[in-house]
């Protein structure tokens, strides 16, 4: 069983920075592309960023040049680097795996359980 563990959120002041980590216990025959998303409190969760498997990076327009997703494949894990941060970056953030768990099995989505960013003075 594959489980996604974020971990980095907390409180920030405005203008201020948060690593989010993302690691993936269990095995994954191949990962195309991690990302993540965020959900604020009344809204549907929305894309932030994505990084596939050749390390190709894709960013919502609204967090582009503040943030920064990388990927470790070797330890299957994921990192957001939030800067600039904004009150309306303030949401629960969740780590996304699309990959195959095994060579017989279709490509699947894989969530974690989020972690908590507010940004607030």
């Known amino acids: 069983q594959v489980q996604l563990v974020e971990s980095g959120g907390g409180l920030v002041q405005p203008g201020g920075s948060l690593r989010l980590s993302c690691a993936a216990s269990?095995?994954?025959?191949?990962?195309?592309?991690m990302g993540w998303y965020r959900q604020a409190p009344g809204k549907q969760r929305e894309w932030v960023a994505t990084?596939?498997?050749?390390?190709?990076?894709t960013y919502a327009d609204s967090v582009k040049g503040r943030f920064t997703i990388s990927r470790d494949s070797a330890k299957n894990a994921a990192y957001l680097q939030m800067s600039s941060l904004r009150p309306d970056d303030t949401a629960v953030y969740y780590c996304?795996?699309?990959?195959?768990?095994?060579?017989?099995?279709?490509?699947?989505?894989?969530w974690g359980q989020g972690t908590q960013v507010t940004v607030s003075s």
């Open positions: 996304n795996v699309e990959g195959r768990r095994f060579s017989w099995t279709s490509v699947g989505d894989y």
């Open positions: 269990g095995s994954f025959f191949s990962i195309n592309a």
């Open positions: 990084i596939n498997s050749g390390g190709i990076t």
